[in-house]
Structure formats: structure tokens, C-alpha cells
Nanobody, 126 residues
Framework: QVRVAESGGGLVQTGGSLRLSCVAS????????MAWFRQAPGKEREFVAT????????WYGDSVKGRVTISRDNAKNTVYLQMNSLKPEDTAVYYC???????????????????WGQGTQVTVSS
């Protein structure tokens, strides 16, 4: 599995935007489907989005659909999460994860993802 590290979190006002980045180690980044999850205090980890190995297919959680876009640049070993129209309920630690399964198969199943980053905090003020 690749090792991943997230960045780009911060404090933003309601309605604002942030772009999170996740850089992966290793030469085989393109062999992994990637995903973003988030976890708010006292809540379970929640699926945000996943992207196929080549970047051609994406899936989103219902709570963020229409407001976030996942993308990847395999030449840079990086996956992104562009978040717009942020709400206070988007406040959470955001995690990047990789899987050897296809994105269509892994989807929102946390146990499908074997490599996780340390997370990056996103705080949306009201």
C-alpha cells in the first residue's frame, strides 16, 4: 500500500471553499483507487468521495454531493478534494485513503481501504 499525507485544511467561513490535497508515496499510485472520508467529534467516520485508478469515475456521499469534487493527478501522486459552499456541519478531520480494490467495489466501505493518512482539520465557522 502507498503511504498518504493530507494537507490543505483550515478555518473557513460558511459558504467558503477549500481544496484538500493528499500526496502518496511510491511509484504505483495509479494502481490504487483513492478516497476521502471525514470524522467529526463524537461521530463515526463518514464517506465523502472516491475516485477510480485512472480518475475517470467518481462517487460521492449524499451529504456532500454537488458541493465537492474529487480529482487526481497520477503524475504528481496526488488526489484532491475541492470543497465549495461549505457548511458548519462539514467541520471534521478529513482523511485520505487508498485501496487495491476498484473504486466501484470499495466505494464507502471503510474496511476496503488499508492505508490512511493522519488527517487534516477542516473547520467551518457559522
Amino acid at each position: 500500500q502507498v503511504r498518504v499525507a493530507e494537507s490543505g485544511g483550515g478555518l473557513v467561513q460558511t459558504g467558503g471553499s477549500l481544496r484538500l490535497s493528499c500526496v502518496a508515496s511510491g511509484r504505483t499510485f495509479g494502481a490504487y483507487a483513492m478516497a476521502w472520508f471525514r470524522q467529526a467529534p463524537g461521530k463515526e467516520r463518514e464517506f465523502v468521495a472516491t475516485i477510480s485508478r485512472g480518475g475517470g469515475s467518481t462517487w460521492y456521499g449524499d451529504s456532500v454531493k454537488g458541493r465537492v469534487t474529487i480529482s487526481r493527478d497520477n503524475a504528481k501522486n496526488t488526489v484532491y478534494l475541492q470543497m465549495n459552499s461549505l457548511k458548519p456541519e462539514d467541520t471534521a478531520v478529513y482523511y485520505c485513503a487508498s485501496t487495491t480494490l476498484t473504486a466501484a467495489r470499495a466505494m464507502s466501505n471503510i474496511t476496503s481501504y488499508l492505508s490512511w493518512g493522519q488527517g487534516t482539520q477542516v473547520t467551518v465557522s457559522s
